[in-house]
Each structure stands twice: as structure tokens, then as C-alpha cells.
């Protein structure tokens, strides 16, 4: 772990300026705000260890796959979100020196992320090389008011010199992804202009021909007054600048504005992209730094007060979640259904940036809670709109009359993974589209999701999983062969628990929803019949018949269900015996050795006892979390919220809250030492349920809500707000009561500790 961030309620802290940290810190302080967002490089020059990275939501490069071999079915390339064109550069340079914090001595360095405001703060003092001094205070947004906005102050105090500086003020769409698989640079030259006062660069993506159009305006100031300066503007391919001359005075400060407007093509005409980001940029200047900000923080306040949780009495706990759900709420808003949560989202370009599973099994259930359920029905309508591609996906592996294989890793649809023990074996996946579906009319009552959409996604579904398994007459039932489950530190085994229970459940919801729509909306039903060539009395024969006798595996004599067939072949042993200097495995371990371990990277039959608990007995999940919770590493970011829950739901306090504190903090403190590479955002959904499923103990059964919940030692209280049907409720959880109060909406019958209670 890396402890080097203060604690605070509402601000990320780092005093002191570590290079070797420096990648760490970028991701970490990111900004975003749905629709472009960026890790925290500096404004300046920086020479040093750094990765650039400017990110516009939706554009994406088809990167060919590198492999050294090819097998059918294999995609032909790993979708990049791309290292977009950068708008923050603001260069100095001192008659000749270079304002560089890799070439100078950096005192009182303090760089603040105000979580409640997405205001990014930057001081430090620099001694150049020349011994010339300076001081220096930077602050930056992405506008949540407007999207396509972002703007900077940056303050600058020359302490024991006068004399001049030239400014550089630039746009640079000459950049590389740090992913690229062939070292290749993305974009294409369309147009770029620079005059006296602003600049405006055009670029197009290769192969896919996004355009992203990037502007910028600015103003300088010294001591509150506005100057001009010497004016030399530059252009050429993919990059426009400004350089500005200005005579500086000992103490007195120089502040330069500048304001960038990014726009996609995905948003407006490829023929006025430019004609429109000038007008965007000039609006913003004209607005100015204090307006926009005063804009911006006004959405932020709206933001946290719709999904806000408060942590009493726990610093390192209270920082941790709203950490999370800032970084949540900067990169999905909800507002556009072509959008999805990538693992990373605005952080940093590892996973390609890509759509993966874990929008349905973890980030759904925040915005369900904390959002208007159009924001999770556009979630589901996104997988609604992609059913061709996964038909074609599944089509592409030998699969026939339209079984839908959704993807493991996507933008439009079509799969891009590039490893197949994921890409062919960890198939658990297209039932998470299903459970979502679940997820979303379980809590907001809207079966006519089934009736509009979500049917004909089920059926697809099944359809794959009837031909994916086949009958074992040895055991004299259904099974899987060849998977991966959740837990990737187990590749191509036989019967994972996970994948054999999804896929007889999912049988068993599509023959519901059938049902359903038969009984309400029978000419629909007739018609989606018709249209994918469905012989109901056959294909649910088949389903029916796969549920009833599907083969799980089981060790009766230790009372538990086993991972996938052969699990008990290991040697069994507890991570608490693993030796420091080993940890994180799949950093010191070979592949092999990984294997052929028992170790587990992240929750597999206890992340189906999570989704379906109703389906077991508490016994049940007493057993199998004792016998493999003390053989999980959680080396995945996925893994630690389902602990919690399970745990809480449990009464092992003590490990909830540990958990709790990895999942929280999982990159502020680096558990996992992979937080350079970006922040893990999905998980990060993860972390809101720890609080609200784990120890809230809310849970929606037959359309009611239910709260079993306990306290944490540590804390004095902890509270959060859930929308729920039409009502806004605010829960508070002391140690010595449980409020539930009404803020909005109708009277509403609860169980709280399995006890009805009545609110209004």
C-alpha cells in the first residue's frame, strides 16, 4: 500500500512532491464530467516519469490485435478509448529556462482534489536551475454545468527576479495511447488555426473517423489588471499555440485564464464542428473563470446532495466513499444511452476504456439507487440496442438460430478482448445483462421493461446457453465445460458453480418473462415471435428441462459448493500464510504457479450467493464464506464489496469493515499497486453497495424495501439517501438507533429489522 494522501472529509491531499509517485497521484486526482475528463498532468512542462492522458467519452480506435497466434472467433482488435487531443498546456519559459519540475528543486508542493466542488488545486515553489524563484498556484475543472467545457486559473509569482516570460498556450492532437499495440499514433490531421488570442485544432481518429474538435481562448492578468504582451501565434499538423511575452514584476502575480471547448462529432455536424467550438469557447471566456466555476460547483452541490453517504467518527472511511461516488458521478451522468462506464473511465487507458460486465453486476444498482430510473433503464437499453452485435458475436463461435453471446469487452457491441481464457471462456457475462434486467424491474416495479425491450434480450440469452451446454450421461445431467469464472485465476475448467447456476436461472427468468408478456401484452409477444422465428413449445422444453437438471458441483462432507469440478485436487491454504514479499500474485507469480493454486482473485461462489441470498439458507453462506473467503487474495477490484455484504449479512463485523476500508481505499491506498495505470471505477459502485446493501442491509424483496442494519465500531453514525419508486428516504444509523425518514413522495411501508414500520 502507498498511505501518502492526508485524510479529509471532503479533499484528496498530497503535500510533498514525490516523482515516483507522480503517475499514482494522476489518476487519482482525475477530473471528468461525463462526457470528456483527464488525469491530473500538470499544466507545465514535465519532463519526468508521466502519462498524458486526455479522454472524450464515446471516441474509440479499433487497435488490431496482437497476437502471435490466431484462432476462429478471435476478435480482430482491442477497442482503445483514445489518448484525446490535450487543451490544458500552459509552458513558461524564463529568458531561456524552462519551468520544468523534473529540472528543479520543489518546495511546499500541495496538490488538493475538493471532491465537493471537482475543483482540482495545485501550489508549489520552484527554484529553476538558474536559481530564479517562483510560486505557483493552479486550479482546473471540467465543467459539470456544460460538458463540453473546461477551464484554468494558474497564478504565478516571480519571488526574487524580474524580467520576461514567454507563455506558451497550446493544443496538441499529436498524441500517443500508452496501450497502443503497435506503437501506432491514432489520429489524422483535419484542420488546426491559431490567431492572436485563441486556437483551434481538428482531429479525426484512423479507421473509425471520429472527430474530435478541441479550442481554446485566454486571458492574462497581473495583479488583477489585463495585459496583452507580445503575441506569436504557431500551427502545424495537429497542434495550435499562442505564445504570449509578458514582463513579469518581483511579487507582483500573473495569472493566466484559459477556457477549452471539446466537441465530438458524435454531438454535432463534422461540417460545423469548428464554427461550433469557437462559439463554445468564446462563451465560456466571456462567462469567465468565477462563472463557470460558480456553475459548475452549483451542479456538484445538486450531485452530492442527491447521493451523498456521511461517515461519522472515521475519517479514512468517510474520505474513501465519497472518493468513490465522486468518481462515479464525473464519469457517467446518465444523460446520453449511447454511453457506458468504462473500468476506468476518465483515468487512465488500461482495459481499453471499454464497456465490460461490471456496469450490470455492481455499477447498476448505484444509479438505480441514488439517480432517476430513466439513468439505469438507459444502462439497459444501451445492451438492448447492441442484441444484433451479440448475435453476431455468437454467430462468429458456431453458434446458430439467434443465440446472443454478449461481449465481454465492448464500444458498439461486437467483441474486442483480446485474451481468450476471457474472451471465449468467461461466459458468465451475458447472463449479467440478465440479472440486471432482474435487478431493474425487481426495484422499480417496471415489468414493462420485459414487454419493450427486455424480452427479446432473454431469449437470445437462452438461446446461447441451450447450446452451450450439453448432457453428460456419466453424471446423468446438464453441464459446462471449458470456463472461466469470475475468479480469472482459474482458466478452462469444467462446471464453474457461477456459470452453471446463471445459466439455469436465467432459463428459468426468460420462461417468466414469457409468461408475463403472454398475460399482458399477447400480440406483442405474437409479433417478437414471428420475428425471430421462436417455436415456444420446443425452446422452453429444452430451457425447462437444462434448469431441472443442471449439475452443480458439491462437497457434502465439508458442506459446500465447489468452484468448478476438481477444486479440492489443490492444496488448499490460507492467504494468511502466503509471504508478504509475494503479494499482489499476479505481479510475483508466474501464470502457472497461479493455476495451479487455490488461490482466488475475487469472489465466485460467494458472488452468486450475493446476487441470489434468497436462494440459500444462512448456513449455507456461513460455510462457503468460512471455507473461501481465508483463500481470496482480492486481487481484483471486484472482490471486496461482495465480502462486505456477505459479511454483514453474516454478523462478522470485523471483517465487513476491513473489506469496507480495501474497497474503499482501494486506490487511494494502492492495495493492489496498479493504481498508476487508473482508478477502478466500476468497483467503486461496489463500494456505495458495501454501505447501503452491506451494512444498511437493504434489500428489495417482492417490490417492498427491507433495512437489517448495524453499525460499525468506529463509527458514531453513517448515513445515506436511496431513491426508491417514486420517494427519496434517508436512512441514518447510529449506535444507538435506525432513522428512516420520508423525504419525498407518498406514505411507504417498510421492514426494518424484519419489522414493518410505516413512513411519511
Not at 303 to 327: H, L, M, P, S
Not at 673 to 697: P, Q
Request: proline share 3%; charged share 25%; hydrophobic share 35%.
Amino acid at each position: 500500500m502507498k498511505q501518502y494522501l492526508k485524510h479529509h472529509e471532503w479533499q484528496i491531499i498530497e503535500e510533498g512532491f514525490d516523482p515516483h509517485l507522480h503517475r499514482v497521484s494522476e489518476s487519482i486526482f482525475s477530473l471528468g464530467n461525463g462526457r470528456m475528463g483527464q488525469r491530473a498532468n500538470f499544466e507545465e512542462t514535465y519532463s519526468g516519469d508521466t502519462h498524458q492522458g486526455t479522454y472524450v467519452a464515446g471516441i474509440y480506435y479499433p487497435d488490431k490485435t496482437r497476437v502471435g497466434w490466431w484462432k476462429n472467433g478471435y476478435p480482430e482488435y482491442f477497442a482503445k478509448v483514445l489518448n484525446a487531443p490535450s487543451w490544458i498546456g500552459i509552458g513558461f519559459n524564463f529568458e531561456g529556462q524552462e519551468l520544468d519540475l523534473a529540472h528543479a528543486s520543489v518546495e511546499k508542493f500541495v496538490r488538493v482534489l475538493d471532491m465537493k466542488q471537482g475543483l482540482l488545486t495545485r501550489s508549489f515553489e520552484a527554484t529553476l536551475p538558474d536559481g530564479k524563484k517562483i510560486a505557483v498556484q493552479a486550479q482546473r475543472f471540467c465543467s459539470m454545468a456544460d460538458g463540453e467545457v473546461g477551464a484554468i486559473r494558474y497564478a504565478l509569482t516571480p519571488i526574487n527576479f524580474s524580467g520576461t516570460v514567454k507563455i506558451k498556450l497550446s493544443i496538441d492532437a499529436d498524441v500517443a495511447n500508452k496501450d497502443s499495440n503497435y506503437d501506432e499514433k491514432f489520429w489524422d490531421r483535419v484542420y488546426e488555426e491559431s490567431q492572436m488570442g485563441w486556437a483551434v485544432v481538428n482531429a479525426q481518429t484512423k479507421k473509425t473517423q471520429f472527430q474530435v474538435c478541441t479550442g481554446m481562448e485566454y486571458k492574462i492578468e497581473i495583479d488583477g489588471q489585463r495585459v496583452g504582451g507580445k503575441v506569436f501565434t504557431h500551427n502545424k499538423e495537429k497542434y495550435a499555440d499562442n505564445i504570449v511575452e509578458i514582463t513579469l514584476v518581483q511579487g507582483k502575480e500573473l495569472v493566466v485564464y484559459k477556457y477549452a471547448a471539446v466537441l465530438s462529432s458524435e454531438n454535432h455536424p463534422k461540417e460545423k464542428l469548428v464554427k461550433h467550438c469557437l462559439a463554445k469557447v468564446d462563451e465560456a471566456s466571456k462567462k469567465g473563470f468565477a462563472t463557470l466555476l460558480q456553475d459548475h460547483v452549483a451542479k456538484w452541490n445538486r450531485t452530492w446532495q442527491d447521493c451523498d453517504i456521511t461517515i461519522e467518527g472515521d475519517v479514512a472511511a468517510q474520505q474513501g466513499i465519497r472518493f468513490n461516488i465522486f468518481q462515479l458521478m464525473q464519469t457517467y451522468t446518465g444523460e446520453d444511452e449511447r454511453l457506458n462506464i468504462g473500468p476506468k473511465g476518465f483515468t487512465g487507458e488500461k482495459y481499453g476504456g471499454s464497456t465490460y460486465w461490471d456496469t450490470e453486476a455492481y455499477c447498476l444498482p448505484f444509479y438505480l439507487g441514488t439517480t432517476n430510473p430513466a439513468v439505469a433503464r438507459n444502462l439497459l437499453i444501451y445492451r438492448y440496442k447492441h442484441l444484433p452485435k451479440a448475435i453476431e458475436n455468437a454467430k462468429k463461435l458456431g453458434f446458430k438460430n439467434g443465440a446472443a453471446f454478449y461481449p465481454f469487452v465492448t464500444m458498439n457491441g461486437e467483441e474486442c478482448h483480446n485474451e481468450w481464457e476471457i474472451t471465449f471462456e468467461e461466459i458468465h457475462r451475458t447472463s449479467a445483462m440478465a440479472y440486471a434486467m432482474r435487478d431493474y424491474i425487481d426495484y422499480t416495479g417496471d415489468k414493462n421493461y420485459w414487454i419493450d425491450y427486455g424480452l427479446e434480450v432473454l431469449i437470445g440469452i437462452s438461446r446461447f446457453w441451450s447450446q452451450r451446454v450439453n448432457w453428460s450421461g456419466d453424471k446423468n445431467r446438464y453441464v459446462i465445460l471449458g470456463v472461466t469464472g469470475p475468479n480469472e485465476y482459474e482458466n478452462n475448467v469444467n462446471n464453474n458453480w457461477y456459470t452453471n447456476y446463471l445459466c439455469a436461472w436465467t432459463l428459468r427468468f426468460t420462461m417468466e418473462a414469457i409468461d408475463y408478456v403472454k398475460k399482458n401484452a399477447s400480440d406483442k409477444l405474437v409479433s417478437l415471435f414471428s420475428k425471430i422465428t421462436f417455436n415456444e413449445a420446443t425452446e422452453v422444453a429444452r430451457w425447462k428441462d437444462i434448469a431441472e437438471k443442471m449439475y452443480y458441483p458439491e462437497d457434502k462432507t465439508r458442506g459446500v459448493f465447489l468452484q468448478q469440478d476438481g477444486f479440492l485436487d489443490k492444496e488448499l491454504i490460507p492467504t494468511k500464510d502466503l509471504p508478504a514479499e509475494d503479494r499482489p500474485l499476479n505481479q510475483k507469480w508466474s501464470w502457472d504457479r497461479i493455476l495451479r493454486s487455490c488461490f482466488i482473485k475475487q469472489a465466485d461462489v460467494l458472488q452468486c450467493m450475493y446476487l441470489f441470498e434468497d436462494d440459500f439458507t444462512q448456513d449455507q453462506i456461513k460455510r462457503n464464506f468460512d471455507f473461501y473467503e481465508p483463500m481470496t487474495v482480492h486481487e481484483s477490484s471486484l472482490s471486496p464489496c461482495v465480502h462486505v455484504i456477505l459479511a454483514s449479512k453474516l454478523g462478522y463485523e470485523d471483517k465487513a469493515y476491513e473489506m469496507y476500508l480495501r474497497t474503499s481505499r482501494l486506490d487511494l491506498d494502492d492495495y493492489n499497486n496498479d493504481t498508476e495505470d487508473g482508478c477502478h471505477i466500476t468497483s467503486m459502485a461496489g463500494t456505495w453497495m458495501s454501505v447501503v446493501k452491506g451494512f444498511g442491509g437493504m434489500r428489495v424483496r417482492q417490490g417492498q424495501l427491507h433495512f437489517n442494519p448495524f453499525i460499525p465500531g468506529q463509527w458514531k453514525s453513517y448515513s445515506f439517501r436511496i431513491e426508491f419508486r417514486g420517494r427519496v428516504l434517508k436512512v441514518k444509523v447510529s449506535q444507538a438507533q435506525t432513522e428512516v425518514l420520508l423525504e419525498s413522495g407518498e406514505p411507504l411501508e417498510i421492514i426494518v429489522n424484519n419489522k414493518p414500520a410505516k413512513i411519511s
